[in-house]
């Protein structure tokens, strides 16, 4: 059969010679409405009509894209990303996989050198390095210095799958976070490869990948049990989405940001619901924002909880690519492309959208959002009121304001001196901590040694300018620089409670703020470049100084961070800092300035020059003449090539590392870090039927907003966790523990760190943790020993939650540690789209109470036993299934729940056991 049924193939000449394309034009001559498509569904019918065989992508596939309409089908759709992209923490556990289906292939008497990479993947080592030491112009030395001895066995086995993988690219450590270097870098917008032109493509194993959004690329994030059954040829499946229109009118306001703008964007979109759909931006709005305005929305789509927020190619997607040094010809080939293929910005107004959102620009103001939700958002204005009611509601205290004090009680002398390190070697005789006061809000005053200040509830105890969403703006990020310049020609200092970092997104903006001079101003307020990762934003914020840490730990303060980054979860940022706020690095500056949150900074000074006299933020705020003054002298074309010229060398240590050589990885015995994975160790060659459920435990009951950091941790933890008694007993010291992420290739540590996040709430057990209750014995113990005994007593488990479970990172570990759990099912009021995505990909059937129904109103405890009917008996798409709960009186409660299989290609998924399951048996078939 024709692999072009449409007769669609043409020829794009360019200088360069002629490139064969799919053109939707020539499929509108034929009849079909393509300019009334959003852009994002062009693609897609593109990308299915190039890889069209009839058999992974079919002609009903391509009738489902051509008929797109508002309210679409319920039909799957096909999806073959033109390349991968991947982070270390999300990546090291795919290649983990990747290695152990070559050795069971091996094992079967295969040929290993089969499983290979098909497509493309760039891995970027961006979340292993940690703030341990900061303030001082050798933080980022010493941090790389570090992160190289806590990682260099994960860096090796990177550095081996490189050698033995085609197709597979390490960006090494320390040159900047994936995303900004895929906007800066690696995306090309439109990719010429073996003759033919067709759209720039991915996914990514990490959920913020749709920052490329931003300029013209549909990308989006996926578990990396996706990814990896993508970057092995099979096709990604999903139900055709939704596209909601953003329509923006107006310009920003002076004395905004792209922060404050991206803030009430996710505020405003997650309030629409746009969870499992496409959002597309347009409207003359658009016109004022850059590629790096766009990104810094597009980075935020799994915060709305979108799939995309994508804008199309434009005027000013070209002058971003000039800028940031794409080849004179790659940028003309974007442009003729996407002009003769229907991709470019223009007849907006004849697009379809399934609904319409509006926001004008000019209606935003200064902003801030948490403190443990990035759609929780303040006004600037409300921010010091709103922090007192938060205080009451969620901690219980009585917060009285800071001009109702009585400031001889609150205030000790402070201030001044120099906050110390982690590292500097004190113990506690040389740390005195007394409280000065307990009714209402928490204060305690802090003696080091000649230094000595007052910290109390509301005290910014971590300051970050962090993260690509920011990052990758020099609009937010000169800004930044010009408010510390500001602040040192007034006086003003950091308080020194604060510890403060900077860690950009790639080195290009460390060079744009050293050629501006305002480096050496952000430095002097002790924001110096602790390293080019996530940092703070994963949860890499290192330990609190040893006094602030005691201060806090003993005295039950309620200490805030500020970073400018995307995520605030609970714990996730450091797990002694119960509030923490997303904000442009601008505010960041200046809280960290202030030392606290309880301060209205459009009313009260940020502190006092060496004259008494007040300073406030409007004093030091720059304006935007001054900010596009500075990037227009400082930025260059030059930069980029600089620093992407070197992007894949790597540092001397990078250099130095030896791998080996084999096709098949030699597993070690005596690793912590990288152990085989034990999926697909001795899988039958034919799909085994699946059973119904039967008899099975609840292991825990969560309420609603559980996320992907509640189920599976990314930060550190401690010695008497299930974890850490693991490495203990392997004889690793705990300051050699490092962190769950970068333990994502051990099972062993993982699957005892499933549902440990410290603020996790069982609902079967009265305390915050990973505990649970076995309810056959009434014994309250870890999550992980529970599932022991279950497991023991073959007893299937089940997790019973609310809405919106699994919210956040595209964490593929936190549905393996559900499965290694013996977890069978989840039932819960709502999925965020990459969890029940990867819980099937699993094997984990994703179960949905029907419309109104929650554990609550059916009088579910999760001490019932649960039995599951009709998975035996013949699944199909979206099938209800019948459940039962025996009551510990034993009556027995039956309702129906849905099984979120929602495609035919999903049932063959979870029969097999999981995603990856099904590509190994397709291998061992042929």
């Known amino acids: 059969m024709s692999h072009d049924p449409f007769q669609i193939k043409q020829i794009l000449e360019t200088r360069e010679g002629g490139l064969t394309y799919w053109s939707l034009l020539e499929l509108q001559r034929q009849g079909y409405a393509i300019e009334k498509l959003p852009f994002s569904i062009r693609i897609l019918l593109e990308n299915a009509c190039r890889n069209f065989d009839d058999f992974a992508i079919t002609q009903e596939n391509l009738e489902t894209l051509l008929n797109w309409t508002p309210q679409p089908s319920d039909r799957d759709i096909p999806f073959k990303p033109a390349r991968v992209l991947m982070q270390d923490f999300t990546g090291v556990p795919a290649v983990v996989d990747i290695a152990s289906l070559r050795a069971e292939a091996v094992r079967k008497g295969k040929d290993p050198n089969k499983i290979n990479p098909l497509i493309p993947v760039d891995l970027v080592v961006d979340h292993s390095v940690q703030v341990d030491f900061f303030g001082t112009n050798y933080s980022y030395k010493k941090n790389v210095d570090v992160e190289y001895e806590r990682n260099g066995e994960r860096y090796e086995f990177l550095k081996w799958a490189q050698k033995s993988f085609d197709n597979f690219s390490v960006v090494p450590p320390g040159m900047g976070i994936c995303h900004q270097v895929n906007l800066e870098y690696l995306a090309q917008g439109v990719i010429a490869r073996d003759g033919s032109v067709f759209p720039d493509t991915l996914v990514g194993t990490d959920s913020h990948t749709p920052m490329v959004n931003g300029i013209g690329v549909v990308g989006w994030g996926v578990g990396g049990i996706e990814a990896e059954a993508a970057l092995l040829g099979q096709p990604i499946y999903f139900i055709m989405p939704e596209v909601v229109g953003l329509r923006l009118s107006g310009k920003l306001p002076l004395g905004t940001t792209a922060t404050d703008m991206v803030l009430t964007i996710t505020k405003l979109l997650r309030d629409h619901g746009v969870v499992g759909k496409f959002v597309e931006v347009f409207g003359p709005g658009l016109d004022s924002l850059s590629v790096p305005d766009r990104a810094t929305i597009s980075n935020m789509s799994p915060e709305f909880g979108c799939t995309v927020t994508y804008f199309p190619i434009d005027d000013r997607t070209l002058d971003y690519m000039v800028k940031t040094n794409r080849p004179a010809e790659q940028v003309r080939l974007v442009e003729s492309y996407a002009k003769a293929n229907l991709l470019w910005r223009e007849n907006e107004d004849s697009i379809t959208y399934s609904s319409l959102v509006e926001l004008d620009l000019g209606t935003v103001e200064p902003t801030v959002s948490g403190p443990k939700r990035p759609q929780d958002k303040i006004l600037l204005r409300n921010f010091k009121g709103k922090f007192g009611e938060l205080l009451h509601e969620v901690h219980g205290r009585q917060y009285i304001p800071m ?524």
């Open 403 to 926: 001009d109702q004090r009585d400031e001889s009680r609150w205030y000790a002398e402070g201030g001044g001196g120099q906050p110390m390190g982690s590292g500097d070697g004190l113990g506690a005789k040389d740390i005195e901590i007394e409280t000065k006061i307990k009714d209402g809000l928490k204060t305690v005053v802090v003696k080091h040694h000649d230094e000595k200040f007052a910290l109390h509830d509301g005290s910014v105890v971590i300051a970050a300018i962090t993260s690509c969403t920011n990052t990758s703006n020099p609009s937010v990020m000169v800004g930044a620089g010009l408010i510390a310049k500001k602040a040192r020609q007034r006086g003003l200092d950091v308080k020194p409670w604060v510890k403060t970092s900077l860690a950009p997104g790639s080195k290009v903006v460390t060079d744009y703020l050293q050629n501006a001079g305002l480096l050496d101003d952000l430095e002097a307020l002790r924001f110096h470049v602790v390293g080019y990762g996530c940092t703070s934003c994963i949860g890499n914020s290192g330990p609190l100084p040893m006094h602030i840490a005691q201060a806090v730990e003993e005295n039950d303060l309620v200490v805030a961070s500020v970073l400018s980054g995307n995520r605030n979860f609970e714990a996730r940022v450091h797990p002694q800092v119960k509030m923490n706020y997303l904000m442009s690095p601008m505010l960041v500056v200046a809280y960290a300035l202030a030392g606290r949150v309880d301060v209205d900074l459009n009313e009260e000074p940020l502190g006092y020059d060496p004259n008494l006299e007040p300073v406030y933020l409007k004093d030091i705020w720059p304006t935007q003449e001054e900010i596009m003054e500075v990037i227009g002298k400082v930025l260059s074309p030059k930069d980029f090539e600089k620093n992407y010229g070197e992007i894949f060398a790597g540092n001397e240590q990078w250099q130095a590392l030896t791998a080996p050589d084999d096709d098949v990885y030699l597993w070690s015995a005596e690793s912590t870090y990288i152990k085989e994975a034990p999926f697909f160790q001795g899988i039958t060659e034919e799909v085994p039927e699946p059973s119904d459920i039967r008899e099975a435990r609840v292991l825990l009951k969560l309420g609603d907003s559980i996320t992907t950091d509640h189920i599976s941790p990314a930060g550190s933890f401690r010695a008497d966790s299930a974890a850490g008694r693991y490495l203990a007993e392997r004889g690793v010291p705990v300051d050699q523990f490092n962190s769950y992420g970068s333990r994502r290739g051990n099972d062993e540590v993982m699957v005892r760190g499933t549902f440990a996040n410290v603020r996790i709430k069982n609902q079967l057990v009265q305390k915050e943790g990973g505990y649970t209750l076995h309810v056959p014995s009434g014994e309250e113990m870890t999550v992980y020993d529970a599932s022991l005994k279950y497991q023991a007593d073959q007893t299937p488990l089940l997790v019973l939650a609310g809405k919106e479970y699994g919210s956040g990172s595209s964490r593929d570990w936190a549905a393996k540690g559900t499965n290694l759990l013996g977890i069978k099912a989840v039932l819960a009021e709502s999925y965020e789209r990459i969890h029940r995505s990867n819980l099937v990909g699993m094997g984990v059937l994703p179960l949905q109470y029907v419309a109104g129904k929650t554990a609550d109103s059916l009088g579910l405890t999760g001490k019932e036993v649960f039995s599951i009917e009709g998975i035996s008996a013949g699944l199909t798409p979206l099938k209800s299934l019948k459940v039962s709960a025996k009551r510990t009186d034993g009556s027995v409660l039956t309702f129906e729940a849905v099984a979120r299989l929602d495609s035919a290609i999903e049932i063959a998924y979870y029969k097999n056991g999981g995603i990856l399951h099904y590509v190994l048996r397709q291998f061992l078939a042929r």
